[in-house]
C-alpha cells in the first residue's frame, strides 16, 4: 500500500466512484476553477485542492463549479439526489450551514419519512471543521453535534486518511444524506491507504487501542490526541481502549457501552462546544446504560464554551491537548 494524504484519500474516493458510477457528480464553489478566467483550467480543486484533478477527468458536466451561493447550489444536489443522480456538493466551510440548513434538515432529511419511504436522497455534503488553521471564528467550529441530532442525515467524521476513503465511499453509495465531515488541519497527514476501492460500514467503531483501566472515547482530529494520550498513559502504566466512533449517526452505542462495563471509568474527547456536543451525548448514554459499571465519574475534554480565537496563542489553548486528555483520565483513574 502506497502512503496517501487525507486530502489524496478523498480525491482517490471520489474518482473511483466516478469512474465507477457516472451519477455521481460534484459541485460547489471553485471545486475546478478557472470558469471564464484566463490561465490554469483545473486551478483550484476547491479551497484546500481536495477535488483538483477531477474535472480534467470528467469533465464540467460532472464537476461543477456554482456561485457563492451555498442556499443554490447544496439545494441543487439535494434535488438532483432525489431525481436520480449521486451528487457529492461541497459546503466550503461548515460554518456557511446557516445559509443552506433548510434545505438540509427540513427537506434532504425527511424526504425517505414524509414520502412513507418511497424517496431515497443519495446526496453527500462534504464540509470542512475545527480549529487549528488559524480561521478565525467563522471558519473554525465543529457544528457536527448540529447535524447528529437532525433524524434522517448521516454523520461520518474520518480521523485518518485511511478512513477518509472508506468512509467517502461507503456515503456516497449510500441511499441517504450523508454529511461529510473533514478537519482541515488534518488534510496533509500520510497513512497507508489501499489503491483499490473499500468501504467502511457506518454506525461500526474502530477501537484504535485497547486496554482495562480506562475508555476513550474521541471524535475526528481528536482520535489522533487521544492515541497520544494513551500511549502516554502506557508508559506509566495506565492502559486505555481508544474507541473512534466514526459515525455519529448512526452512532455505534455497543461498542461504548461495552468498554466501559469493561474498564470502569470513561474520557470523552470533543473538540466541539461543551454545552448539548457529542461528549455530553455521550456521557448520557453511559450513564443511563452502564452506571452500574463507572468505577468513577465521567470526565469530558473539550474546549471552552467561548468562539474560536483568532490569536494563535489563544486557539492552541482552546484545543482539546494530549495533556488534558491524560489528566482527565488520570482524575477518572483517582
Known amino acids: 500500500m502506497a502512503k496517501k494524504s487525507f486530502r489524496q484519500a478523498i480525491n482517490e474516493a471520489m474518482a473511483q466512484e466516478m469512474r465507477r458510477d457516472p451519477r455521481v457528480v460534484t459541485m460547489g464553489e471553485d471545486t475546478a476553477g478557472g470558469m471564464g478566467a484566463p490561465g490554469e483550467d483545473d486551478a483550484w480543486g476547491g479551497p484546500l485542492g481536495v477535488t483538483k484533478g477531477l474535472m480534467k477527468e470528467f469533465g464540467r458536466n460532472r464537476v461543477l463549479d456554482t456561485p457563492i451561493t451555498e442556499s443554490a447550489f447544496v439545494g441543487a444536489a ?14 466550503m466551510f461548515v460554518d456557511f450551514m446557516g445559509v443552506c440548513f433548510d434545505q438540509i434538515f427540513n427537506q434532504a432529511a425527511k424526504f425517505r419519512y414524509m414520502f412513507g419511504g418511497n424517496a431515497v436522497t443519495p446526496v453527500v455534503i462534504r464540509t470542512m471543521y475545527g480549529a487549528g488553521f488559524r480561521a478565525a471564528s467563522q471558519h473554525s467550529q465543529c ?9 434522517g442525515l448521516k454523520v461520518a467524521i474520518p480521523s485518518s486518511p485511511y478512513e477518509a476513503k472508506g468512509l467517502m465511499i461507503q456515503a456516497i453509495r449510500d441511499d441517504d444524506p450523508v454529511i461529510f465531515f473533514e478537519h482541515k488541519a488534518m488534510y496533509d497527514d500520510m497513512e497507508e491507504v489501499p489503491d483499490e476501492p473499500y468501504t467502511i460500514p457506518f454506525g461500526e467503531a474502530n477501537l484504535t487501542r485497547e486496554g482495562k483501566d480506562a475508555t476513550i472515547v474521541a471524535i475526528g482530529r481528536m482520535v489522533q490526541f487521544a492515541n497520544a494520550a494513551a500511549d502516554e498513559l502506557a508508559r506509566k502504566g495506565i492502559s486505555c481502549t481508544v474507541i473512534d466512533p466514526r459515525t455519529t449517526s448512526p452512532m455505534d452505542e455497543d461498542s461504548i457501552i461495552e468498554s466501559v462495563e469493561e474498564t470502569g471509568r470513561l474520557v470523552v474527547v470533543d473538540e466541539a462546544s461543551p454545552r448539548c456536543n457529542m461528549a455530553t451525548d455521550i456521557s448520557a448514554l453511559v450513564a443511563q446504560n452502564a452506571f452500574k459499571a463507572l468505577k468513577g465519574p465521567i470526565r469530558m475534554v473539550t474546549p471552552p464554551h467561548v468562539p474560536v480565537p483568532f490569536s494563535p496563542t489563544l486557539e492552541d489553548a482552546y484545543i482539546p491537548s494530549p495533556a488534558r486528555i491524560v489528566d482527565a483520565v488520570r482524575q477518572a483513574m483517582a
Open 78 to 91: 439535494i434535488g438532483a439526489a432525489a431525481t436520480g443522480l449521486r451528487p457529492v456538493a461541497e459546503l
Open 143 to 151: 457544528l457536527y453535534p448540529i447535524f447528529t441530532h437532525i433524524p
